[in-house]
C-alpha cells in the first residue's frame, strides 16, 4: 500500500531553536498538505504545496515531487508551537492520506 | 474563511446507545465532506467519504450500519454511531473539501475541531 512517512517521530527542542521536519511518500502524489494538531485536538492548515517552496512567518516548507519529499521549516521556536506535525498527500483522487506525525515539544 | 466546525466537542455515553455527530461547513459550501477517526497518539485514518445527496463511500473496514453517514445538505454532515461500544470510544474528526478539482487548490480540505467520544 501507499505510505507516507514522517521523521523524526518526536522532537524535543528549547525555545527560540529552529527545527526541519520530513515527509517521505512512496508514490507520486497530486497534492500535499501539511497540518499542525494543536494540543486540544484541532487541525491547522499550514501550508498547501504539491511543490516548490512557500513560507508563511515563521515557517516555510518545501516539495520535492520528483524525489518524493517534502520539509517543513519552523525558524525560532514558540511554545505555542508544540504539537504533532502530520503532512497529508492526495494519491490521484481526492481522499487524504496522513504521515505518521512528528510530536513536537518546545520547552521555555 | 474555511471554518468548519463540529457538534458535540465531547459526548459520553451509555453502551448500546446511539450517538449523533454534526459538522458544518461555515463559510462555504462542501459537496464532499469527510470523517476520519484518531486514537490516541496515531495518525488520522479515513473512515468514509461524504458526498452530497448521495450515499457514502466508506473505507475497507468499516461497518456502515454501524456509522451511518448523512449528507443532506451542503454545509451539513452527520455521523451517527449506532449502539456505540466501549471499543468506539474515539476522536472522530471532520473535514470539508474547499478545493474544485480543476481550480488552483484541488482538493483542500479543511477541518472541524474535533468530537471526543467516550462509551461507558
Known amino acids: 500500500g501507499i505510505q507516507v512517512e514522517q521523521s523524526p517521530p518526536d522532537l524535543i527542542l528549547q525555545e527560540g531553536a529552529n527545527s526541519t521536519l520530513r515527509c517521505n511518500f512512496s508514490?507520486?502524489?497530486?497534492?500535499l498538505q501539511w497540518f499542525h494538531q494543536n494540543p486540544w485536538g484541532q487541525l491547522i492548515n499550514l501550508f498547501y504545496?504539491?511543490?516548490g517552496t512557500k513560507q508563511n512567518g515563521r515557517l516555510s516548507a518545501t516539495t520535492v515531487a520528483t524525489e518524493r519529499y517534502s520539509l517543513l521549516y519552523i525558524s525560532s521556536s514558540q511554545t505555542t508551537d508544540s504539537g504533532v506535525y502530520f503532512c497529508a498527500v492526495h494519491f490521484g483522487n481526492e481522499k487524504l492520506t496522513f504521515g505518521t506525525g512528528t510530536r513536537l515539544t518546545i520547552i521555555p | 474563511g474555511a471554518v468548519v466546525s463540529q457538534h458535540p466537542s465531547r459526548v459520553i455515553c451509555k453502551s448500546g446507545t446511539s450517538v449523533k455527530i454534526e459538522c458544518r461547513s461555515l463559510d462555504f459550501q462542501a459537496t464532499t465532506m469527510f470523517w476520519y477517526r484518531q486514537f490516541p497518539k496515531q495518525s488520522l485514518m479515513l473512515m468514509a467519504t461524504?458526498?452530497?445527496?448521495?450515499?457514502?463511500?466508506?473505507e475497507q473496514g468499516v461497518e456502515k450500519d454501524k456509522f451511518l453517514i448523512n449528507h443532506a445538505s451542503l454545509t451539513l454532515s452527520t455521523l451517527t454511531v449506532t449502539s456505540a461500544h466501549p471499543e468506539d470510544s474515539s476522536f472522530y474528526i471532520c473535514?470539508?473539501?474547499?478545493?474544485?478539482?480543476?481550480?488552483?487548490?484541488?482538493?483542500?480540505?479543511?477541518f472541524g475541531p474535533g468530537t471526543r467520544l467516550t462509551v461507558t
Open positions: 504545496i504539491p511543490s
Open positions: 473535514s470539508a473539501r474547499i478545493g474544485l478539482a480543476g481550480g488552483p487548490r484541488p482538493y483542500e480540505q479543511y
Open positions: 461524504s458526498n452530497e445527496g448521495s450515499k457514502a463511500t466508506y
Open positions: 508514490d507520486s502524489v497530486n497534492n
